[in-house]
Every structure is written in structure tokens, then in C-alpha cells.
């Protein structure tokens, strides 16, 4: 009985510990890491987290990939900010921005991001640049205020054939990322996620390691491709990310984004094309490029790009490619003063 109440002090003391821990950990980071944005309200008690950057027109506004957030675009924002102005935000649920209220499909966040921009003040035209599941938030985005925009950049943006319940086959992988989410939210709660994205991003990477293997082969296989896909940003945003994915909130956010696959694909499979609005679309060389009638359901502007030394991350692979897509699009909305001659 002595042994049984020592052991149960000690992990509640452990799980106190973990959870302030937790808490202070949280506190500071937000103090630490948010000073470039600031805070948007889009209904009350509901902000969003935006970056902006540059100046002049057209807008550069950036749409992160399904769990990903404004981070993803560091280094390609602070290029293209030399020429135009921009803007990247996290999504609700996502990095510093409050939970959603909302399913997470494309149109529910472009009404948002809309509202987002009138309340900041960022002025149309805009310039819209998606990556994957952002790709469709911005075609979303074009199609319900078309006055607004005045070019789309797609990177690789998500391909609703592939996805249920279009393609059933991959209704597994959605199940267990929604599985997953779910197992990271209380472990959040009390420090272990800290711990180890602070150990993997910040640290030697000893202890993440091991917690990977403790979980088994997927653990390890997780580790791997997030080495793999945060190794591709530049150093300096690595403890920023830590901080996000150390949040419970993430995971929630995650969670959400993730189980609203299928809503996502019935929406824009039936979506309708971006009219009179050019659309260039960059595809991974080590994907199968889209054919004419994909393209033709996207927009009747479309131009597609391979990017030969690409995976699915274009903007971490190539930026160069990005950053001159989107410049070349910065220019097409960009009307030529033509001197009148008396």
C-alpha cells in the first residue's frame, strides 16, 4: 500500500511538473516568437495571426499547406517582399491563431481569410499563393471574390481524386492521422510534446529519438519525414516551429483540418473554374502533371510548370522557381504607365 501511494504521488508530482512545464513554456515562447505579426480579430473573441511584409501592390498573400502555418513561407516572403508587399497568416487552429468555429473546408476559410484582410486593412488586388490544401483555399478564395484577385500561383495544390470519399483507399491514413492528433493533444497538455520537438529542433535530438522508438516503426518513420520536410526551412524559424508543435492547440487544429478531408473533396470537386484570372500552377517533377481536363476545371487561364528538382514542398525545394512565378505574375497585374505624347 506504501509502495502504490509513493508510486502515485510520484506521477501526479510528474504530471504537475509536466504541465507547468507545459504552461510556462507556452507563455514565453509567445512573448518570445510573435513580435513580427500582430493579432486580427475576425469575430469576436476569434483573431488571426498575421505576418506582413514589404510594400506596393499587387498584395502577396500566402495559403499554407493542411497543417502548416505561416513559417512555411519564411524565406519565400522575405524575398518576395522586396518587390511587393505580402502577407502569410496561420489559419484558425493553427500556430498563433485562435481554434476554429468552423469545419476546415476551403470555402469556410477563404470567408475568413476575406474577412481577415478587410479587418487588417490589406487592400485588394491580390496576388494568391497556395501550397497543397492551400492550393484550394485560394482557387476557392478566386472563385467567391474574383473582384478581389488579380493572379493565383498553385504549388502542387491537392488533388481531391486522391482523397475520400473520391479515393476510399486512403480513408486509413485520414483515420490515423485523426487518431494521432488526438493522442498529442493531452500529451501537449503536460510537456512530453514539448520535450521532444525541443529535443528533435533545438537539441541534440537524443530524447525524440527515443520516444520515436519506443512508439515502433511508425513512430520512427514520423520522425524521419519530419526531419526530412522542417531540414528543407531555414534554421532560424526551427525553434518557432518546436514552439507551435509543442501546443496543444495545434494538434486540435490539426485534427480538424484532417477530419475535414472529405467535406474539402465534395466541395471542390464540383467547384467552379476560376474565370478571366490567370492561374499558373507549378507540379513536382516527381509528379504525374495534370492533364488538360484538371487544368480546364481549375480555370480557363492556366498554365502549368514542372519543377523538375521538385518533391511535393516546391517553395523549399525550388524558391527560386516560386519567387519568380510569383514575381512574373506581380508584373502581369502590374498595369505599364504609357506616356502621353502632346
Known amino acids: 500500500m506504501t509502495l502504490l501511494f509513493v508510486f502515485s504521488v510520484a506521477v501526479a508530482a510528474l504530471l504537475v511538473a509536466g504541465f507547468l512545464y507545459q504552461c510556462i513554456g507556452g507563455s514565453l515562447d509567445r512573448r518570445r516568437y510573435t513580435g513580427p505579426g500582430r493579432w486580427v480579430e475576425i469575430e469576436r473573441g476569434r483573431k488571426l495571426y498575421v505576418v506582413e511584409k514589404g510594400s506596393g501592390g499587387p498584395a502577396v498573400l500566402f495559403e499554407a499547406g493542411i497543417a502548416a502555418t505561416n513559417l512555411n513561407?519564411?524565406?519565400i516572403q522575405e524575398t518576395v517582399s522586396r518587390f511587393t508587399s505580402?502577407?502569410?497568416y496561420d489559419r484558425s487552429g493553427l500556430g498563433w491563431s485562435s481554434p476554429s468555429s468552423t469545419v476546415r473546408t476551403p470555402g469556410n476559410i477563404a470567408a475568413e481569410l476575406h474577412t481577415m484582410l478587410q479587418s487588417a486593412g490589406i487592400k485588394p488586388p491580390y496576388i494568391l499563393v497556395g501550397h497543397s490544401f492551400g492550393g484550394l483555399v485560394v482557387r476557392r478564395y478566386a472563385v467567391t471574390y474574383p473582384e478581389d484577385v488579380a493572379g493565383v500561383v498553385l504549388i502542387d495544390p491537392m488533388r481531391c481524386e486522391e482523397w475520400p470519399p473520391l479515393n476510399p483507399a486512403k480513408q486509413s491514413m485520414i483515420d490515423r492521422g485523426?487518431?494521432?492528433?488526438?493522442?498529442?493533444i493531452p500529451i501537449a497538455h503536460f510537456g512530453l510534446a514539448r520535450l521532444a520537438v525541443t529535443s528533435l529542433l533545438c537539441r541534440s535530438g537524443r530524447i525524440s529519438g527515443h520516444l520515436a522508438g519506443a512508439a515502433g516503426v511508425g513512430g520512427l518513420h514520423v520522425l524521419k519525414r519530419v526531419t526530412e520536410e522542417v531540414g528543407k526551412m531555414p534554421r532560424e524559424v526551427w525553434p518557432i516551429v518546436a514552439a507551435h508543435w509543442s501546443?496543444?492547440?495545434y494538434y486540435a487544429g490539426m485534427q480538424?483540418?484532417?477530419?475535414?478531408?472529405?467535406?474539402?473533396?465534395c466541395e471542390m470537386e464540383d467547384a467552379d473554374p476560376i474565370r478571366e484570372i490567370p492561374v499558373l500552377l507549378l507540379t513536382p517533377g516527381k509528379s504525374t502533371p495534370l492533364s488538360d481536363l484538371c487544368l480546364d476545371q481549375i480555370g480557363d487561364n492556366v498554365r502549368q510548370v514542372i519543377a523538375s528538382a521538385s518533391a511535393h514542398w516546391i517553395h523549399l525545394d525550388e524558391p527560386g522557381l516560386v519567387v519568380d512565378s510569383i514575381r512574373e505574375m506581380v508584373t502581369v497585374a502590374t498595369p505599364v504607365e504609357i506616356p502621353v505624347t502632346i
Open 73 to 75: 513561407w519564411h524565406h
Open 86 to 88: 505580402t502577407a502569410s
Open 178 to 184: 485523426k487518431k494521432l492528433s488526438g493522442y498529442a
Open 247 to 249: 501546443r496543444p492547440s
Open 256 to 265: 480538424r483540418h484532417v477530419e475535414a478531408v472529405p467535406e474539402t473533396v
